[in-house]
T-cell receptor, first 114, second 113 residues
Framework: DTGVSQNPRHKITKRGQNVTFRCDPI?????LYWYRQTLGQGPEFLTYFQNEAQLEKSRLLSDRFSAERPKGSFSTLEIQRTEQGDSAMYLC????????????FGSGTRLTVV | AQSVTQPDIHITVSEGASLELRCNYS??????LFWYVQSPGQGLQLLLK??????LVQGIKGFEAEFKRSQSSFNLRKPSVHWSDAAEYFCAVGGTGGFKTIFGAGTRLFVKA
């Protein structure tokens, strides 16, 4: 198992464009989380899935953000009509349901909106 | 509301010196507490966690942390710092539901030779 994989590692996009990030969790982990980390801050919770069900969404996740986890495996996070304020590191983590908070984080996708 | 405060934005220590990173939390019940480390351009790695029991918790890489309920603190310590410990350190508390973690703003550790 290679851990949690995130692609791409870096993304530069123009304001107003749509972007999509992918996260491949550890294969036996049924929980998957998305966090956002801006410069000089700790990660902030965005959303989490248990299998394919999205069970919680933060108020940080505006209508321009959507996350999916079809078939309970990989997940995608899409941002529509990007704004400069969306520039951040987007971190994915996964865990087993029985292992509360036992996250394994990926290396993240750094988004720069110009 | 649950929150985590790391009072020191950055700390510089000499290699071989001891280290203590401060963390204070606000949580209504018995907290789940964590310390993570993040190297530049990398994801977060769990150093140690406290759920219950012994208030002195041992972690990886020679780190330990002590839970003090009376002070709402969970400070991270290491007796002798190595240059490879230079990184950003995040204290965190587990929120309700067993899925949401609340992170502090982090403390950047610099190690001088």
């Amino acid at each position: 198992d290679t851990g949690v994989s995130q692609n791409p590692r870096h993304k530069i996009t123009k304001r107003g464009q749509n972007v999509t990030f992918r996260c491949d969790p550890i294969s036996e982990h049924n929980r998957l989380y998305w966090y956002r980390q801006t410069l000089g801050q700790g990660p902030e919770f965005l959303t989490y899935f248990q299998n394919e069900a999205q069970l919680e969404k933060s108020r940080l996740l505006s209508d321009r953000f959507s996350a999916e986890r079809p078939k309970g495996s990989f997940s995608t996070l899409e941002i529509q009509r990007t704004e400069q304020g969306d520039s951040a590191m987007y971190l994915c983590a996964s865990s087993l349901e029985r292992d509360n908070y036992g996250y394994t984080f990926g290396s993240g996708t750094r988004l720069t909106v110009v | 509301a649950q929150s985590v405060t790391q009072p020191d934005i950055h700390i510089t220590v000499s290699e071989g010196a001891s280290l203590e990173l401060r963390c204070n939390y606000s949580y209504g019940a018995t907290p789940y507490l964590f310390w993570y480390v993040q190297s530049p351009g990398q994801g977060l790695q769990l150093l140690l966690k406290y759920f219950s029991g012994d208030t002195l918790v041992q972690g990886i890489k020679g780190f330990e942390a002590e839970f003090k309920r009376s002070q709402s603190s969970f400070n991270l310590r290491k007796p002798s710092v190595h240059w490879s410990d230079a990184a950003e350190y995040f204290c965190a508390v587990g929120g309700t539901g067993g899925f949401k973690t609340i992170f502090g703003a982090g403390t950047r550790l610099f190690v001088k030779a």
